[in-house]
């Protein structure tokens, strides 16, 4: 594993952010989920695609805090722009859970 210093982990802007609308892809390449974030007002809302299909459908995205790195270029997949990368882990089978607060936090908010 590299080692990064403190300056380079800053420079990795995430946020927590709540899902404010989410709906199927079926396009996509590998199931996935369309999302809108709100980040709040300094960021504003910011839309993502994740394959989080196994866990997650669209109705039980809405509301959740979430969290993303802000700080990224556009990505498009296939008709559709990423503006933000939705972070989480991967399950014992490779299939991805959402990284969340523990605790509902103000939207925005900056990992530390």
């Known amino acids: 594993m590299a080692e990064i210093s403190f300056d ?3 420079k990795v802007d995430i946020r927590v952010g709540r899902v404010i609308r989410a709906e199927p892809f079926p396009e996509a390449r590998k199931p996935a989920i369309k999302m809108w974030v709100d980040f709040g007002d300094e960021i504003g ?3 993502t695609s994740a394959q989080v299909t196994v866990h997650y459908d669209p109705e039980a995205l809405l509301g959740r805090q979430v969290m993303a790195v802000v700080n990224f270029p556009p990505r498009q997949i296939g008709k ?3 503006e933000v990368l939705v972070l989480g882990f991967p399950d014992e089978n490779g299939d991805i859970v959402l990284a969340t607060p523990d605790k ?3 939207v925005g908010g900056r990992m530390h």
């Open 8 to 10: 380079d982990f800053l």
């Open 104 to 106: 509902d936090v103000p």
């Open 45 to 47: 809302e910011r839309k």
């Open 80 to 82: 559709f722009m990423s």
